[in-house]
């Protein structure tokens, strides 16, 4: 069975400074897909990015970024230039690429604290 | 266009009480997922249907949890008998592609 792990409760940030956040998965499959969720106080999950295990650059989203090591199965994300929107849970979650294999699996989060 | 929405957005029920809760998902999304989000916790897979066949109910916690999405649209997860240890946020997800887009969450809180 797939697991994702994220070892890191809650992380703080300064504003305006870097943040990087841990994931570590197991899987036995070589296809698919990571993806970092962010989930504010309201609770509605947000797609921040996503990567295609096929792909060796790592993909990017204006201030996301990802460090993605297949063969270490780790997937950080880093938040650069840091705002107060971006307080908020994180979420590390594998999907296999495989046609039966469509939910996805959450590692247990982490908490995005923003000082001012 | 209008997202993935769910009703009610809070539920309190005594134990023992049957809860129906409803998800509505973007419109043309084929697929649609059931997550339990216990606090602090990430979400677990409860179910997944593709139109209105239910694929995978791997992830539904005992026989007191039923899912139905009859004509392939609105879905309905119902859970029978609630128990304590049913409290969560349960968060339905639709998708069309790779990507699955989150509903608001519906909190329930068993007494």
């Known amino acids: 069975a797939q697991t994702v792990t994220q070892s890191q409760p809650e992380m703080s940030v300064q504003e305006a400074e870097t943040v990087t956040l841990s994931c570590t998965y197991d899987t036995s499959e070589s296809d698919y897909y990571l993806f970092w969720y962010k989930q504010p106080p309201s609770r509605q999950m947000i797609l921040v990015i996503r990567?295609?295990?096929?792909?060796?650059q790592n993909a990017t989203e204006n201030r996301f970024s990802v460090n993605f090591q297949k063969a270490a199965k780790s997937f950080s994300l880093k938040i650069s230039d840091s705002q107060l929107g971006d307080a908020a849970m994180y979420f590390c979650?594998?999907?296999?690429?495989?046609?039966?294999?469509?939910?996805?699996?959450f590692g247990g989060g982490t908490r995005v604290l923003v000082k001012p | 266009g209008a997202g993935v929405s769910q009703s009610p957005r809070y539920k309190v029920a005594k134990r023992g009480q049957d809860v129906a809760l409803r998800c509505d998902p973007i419109s043309g999304h084929v697929s649609l997922f059931w997550y339990q989000q216990a606090l602090g916790q990430g979400p677990e897979f409860l179910t997944y249907f593709q139109n209105e066949a239910q694929l995978d109910k791997s992830g539904l916690p005992s026989d007191r949890f039923f899912a139905e999405r009859p004509e392939g649209s609105v879905s309905t997860l119902k859970i029978q008998r609630t128990q304590q240890e049913d409290s969560a946020v349960y968060l339905c997800a639709s998708s069309i592609a790779i990507e699955q887009f989150f509903g608001p969450g519906t909190r329930l809180t068993v007494l």
């Open positions: 990567q295609e295990a096929y792909k060796q």
């Open positions: 979650a594998y999907k296999p690429q495989r046609a039966a294999g469509n939910k996805l699996t």
